[in-house]
């Protein structure tokens, strides 16, 4: 036992890193990214800061990897270049390549005829949090297999183009981009994943989005729309609006997502007299944020909903018609959180026939 607590610490300097990367630098577009060991992806923590250097690595692993990068030889079509202040990327990369981690540098271009050009097989392209203004179409346009491209946190205006056809996840939040151009997504049927939240987007046209058939998450928080975007893809079910300023909510604002799910929000300016009593009679509905807006009256929302978040308004009206139409036995709410703290209700002054119409909530917060 004794020898054990002996061992410890140095273990966990081997094992544990000293970290020098911030939260920023690490979320990717806020979304966790995770990774299938049977597949053989690697980890996606950075090894800069690690007892065990780039000298460690070489030594261990003899396959060619580019000097100021580090190629452990545990996942050996790994190359990792991130957090290390670079300037420009690797000339070349191993033709067994397969993840790039390149975010936390200071590149401000990639070249399309030499970093990719003895590599085929590429999955996952990492460059979040670089000083990339663009990303050359002919860039990915032939890596059929990538299925990840990450760039947040960069200084993209638009969109970028020439992307192939079976990338699953492409996350762009928090850059420049205004302008989507028609079909730079025509192609990606297999995209489960956009991220576009963070960007000065003002407006989503039908064929901006035309060609994403499998997107189950949209993210478009923190961009200047004014009024909730159509046409975006029917698949979708958890959307994303928070930190807009939307002047209203119609009836139809999301009736063509039959699919939608999780709903978010908060922060859009939102008052009771713009938003139309039926914006949210979605039955598929799971979890709804409205929190951090102008709403003095709860909202009407459909009997299925289990979460729902309502703090930091100016409720003052709790209408148990908003959770419950019928009366009954058989009229009930499968509400199970409900979160109105920060509002202008107090306990004593709900309707008394509140705990029969949420019979099954869990989490009252008032």
Not at 214 to 226: E, H, Q, R, Y
Request: proline letters at 7%; charged letters at 15%; hydrophobic letters at 35%.
């Amino acid at each position: 036992m004794a020898l054990w607590f002996c061992l410890a610490p140095f273990l966990l300097s081997l094992l544990c890193p000293a970290w020098s990367t911030t939260a920023e630098d690490m979320d990717y577009g806020g979304v966790p990214l995770w990774i299938d060991r049977v597949l053989g992806e690697p980890s996606v923590m950075s090894l800069q800061g690690r007892s065990l250097g780039s000298s460690w690595f070489r030594a261990t692993n003899p396959a060619p990897c580019p000097t100021q990068c580090e190629c452990p030889i545990q996942w050996p079509t790994a190359v990792y270049c991130d957090h290390r202040g670079l300037d420009h990327a690797p000339e070349t990369l191993p033709d067994r390549t397969q993840y790039l981690f390149l975010q936390g540098n200071n590149v401000s271009s990639l070249s399309s005829s030499t970093l990719l050009s003895n590599v085929s097989g590429l999955r996952w392209l990492i460059v979040d949090n670089n000083l990339l203004k663009t990303l050359d179409q002919d860039l990915l346009q032939n890596q059929t297999k990538l299925w990840y491209l990450f760039a947040n946190h960069n200084r993209l205006e638009s969109a970028p183009g020439g992307l192939p056809e079976g990338l699953r996840q492409l996350r762009l939040a928090h850059n420049r981009i205004s302008t989507i151009g028609a079909g730079v997504f025509s192609r990606l049927h297999s995209l489960t994943v956009l991220l576009l939240q963070g960007n000065r987007l003002k407006a989503v046209s039908e064929g901006h989005v035309s060609g994403l058939l499998s997107v189950t998450l949209l993210d478009l928080s923190g961009n200047l729309f004014k009024t909730v975007p159509q046409h975006l893809p029917p698949s979708v079910q958890q959307l994303y609006l928070s930190n807009n300023s939307f002047s209203s909510l119609e009836q139809d604002s999301f009736s063509s997502y039959s699919h939608l799910k999780y709903l978010r929000l908060g922060h859009c300016d939102l008052q009771s007299p713009s938003v139309h009593h039926d914006t949210f009679n979605l039955f598929s509905l799971l979890e709804l944020d409205l929190s951090y807006n102008k709403l003095t009256t709860t909202p009407t929302v459909p009997p299925t909903l289990l979460h729902l978040y309502l703090e930091a308004n100016h409720i003052q009206e709790f209408n148990v018609s908003s959770f419950c139409r019928d009366e009954g036995p058989g009229s009930y709410s499968r509400l199970r959180i409900l979160r109105l703290e920060g509002n202008r209700i107090r306990p004593h002054e709900l309707p008394p026939d509140w705990v029969h119409c949420l019979r099954v909530l869990q989490h009252l917060y008032i």
